[in-house]
């Protein structure tokens, strides 16, 4: 399975790894599925504004022992 979770960066220009590692989430979900879809019923992103996201992977059955837990390394975008 997949966790898929994205936040905020506030302020901006903060260091994403700190962000996604101290904010609230904004959306996260977990999926078996390796494509996300972020649809108009997902929580609307605000033009100009910086976003960091992270996923990590797990085995269902908690057999599987990952490098870094799991655990992407953490990327960033400025919407719009």
């Not at 990590?56 to 390394?73: H, I, M, P, V, W």
């Amino acid at each position: 399975t997949y966790t898929f979770r994205l936040v905020q960066i506030i302020p901006k220009g903060r260091n994403p790894n700190d962000a996604i590692n101290t904010s609230v989430p904004i959306y996260e979900t977990t999926t078996e599925n390796s494509i996300l879809y972020y649809g108009i019923s997902e929580p609307q992103l605000i033009p100009g504004e910086q976003y960091a996201w992270r996923v990590q992977a797990k085995d269902a059955g908690g057999k599987d022992l990952f490098k870094n837990s799991g655990y992407s390394e953490v990327c960033m975008f400025t919407y719009g």
